[in-house]
């Protein structure tokens, strides 16, 4: 079994910074990618920042040179340092954790940005 936890999200004016982080426990050694997505109120679910088992990262664009994906210190651990925040970021953030074909998320942790 599998479980995905997410931390650090919080209440941050804009322009501040807040830093999430995800740890992947269970049978699994190493996942294939890890990723965080959010889901904005009305709004489908989007990919922010994804590091696959190769360490190569991809970005949306919205958030490209503001937020920064990176491995933690445990294996299956990754962080999002978001930077440079705005309004239009307040969103639930989820981490993601592939293995093969299975995927495996964690509950959300709700970031919101005041103007």
């Known amino acids: 079994q599998v479980r995905v936890v997410e931390s650090g999200g919080g209440l941050v004016q804009a322009g501040g910074s807040l830093r999430l982080t995800c740890a992947a426990a269970?049978?699994?050694?190493?996942?294939?990618?890890m990723g965080w997505y959010r889901q904005a109120p009305g709004k489908q679910r989007e990919l922010v920042a994804g590091?696959?088992?190769?360490?190569?990262?991809n970005y949306a664009d919205s958030v490209e040179g503001r937020f920064t994906i990176s491995r933690g210190n445990a294996e299956n651990m990754v962080y999002l340092q978001m930077n440079s925040l705005k309004p239009e970021d307040t969103a639930v953030y989820y981490c993601?954790?592939?293995?093969?074909?299975?995927?495996?998320w964690g509950q959300g942790t709700q970031d919101t940005v005041s103007s």
């Open positions: 993601n954790a592939n293995y093969g074909y299975d995927s495996y």
């Open positions: 269970g049978s699994i050694f190493r996942f294939n990618a």
């Open positions: 590091m696959a088992s190769t360490d190569r990262t």
